[in-house]
């Protein structure tokens, strides 16, 4: 488990509702924000590749793009998923607050 926290934007940066894509340490993460909490989740859709940033949030979930699969932001579980075979690795975030600005981070 990685213990560093890794700056990946500004919390101004991120749109309620919408995903953002950040490529970082060769990884690429699909970062959601809800009020004044974010979550981090791969961004690379399980089912066929659709990128999860260009999701939406429906839920407590985010929904991919292509084909509407929704992910739980928390655990990264497929919503309505028997199996549990689904999931999409999620990242442990914080923001961190120095003055006037808000950078997000995230264990990645
Ligand atoms: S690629 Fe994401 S639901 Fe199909």
Known sequence: MKTAWTTLCELGD?????????????????????????HAMEDRCPHAGGS?????????CAVCPLHGWAFDLGN?????????????????TRVLR?????????KI
């Open 52 to 60: 999860m940033s260009g999701g939406y949030l429906d839920d407590g």
């Open 76 to 92: 990264g579980s497929l919503r309505g998923s028997a199996s549990g075979d689904e999931v999409l690795g999620v990242f442990e």
């Open 14 to 38: 991120l749109v309620e509702g919408l995903g953002k894509l950040v490529d970082i340490d060769g990884k690429s993460i699909a970062i959601f924000r809800v009020g004044e909490t974010v």
């Open 98 to 106: 120095e003055g006037d600005r808000a950078w997000v981070q995230a």
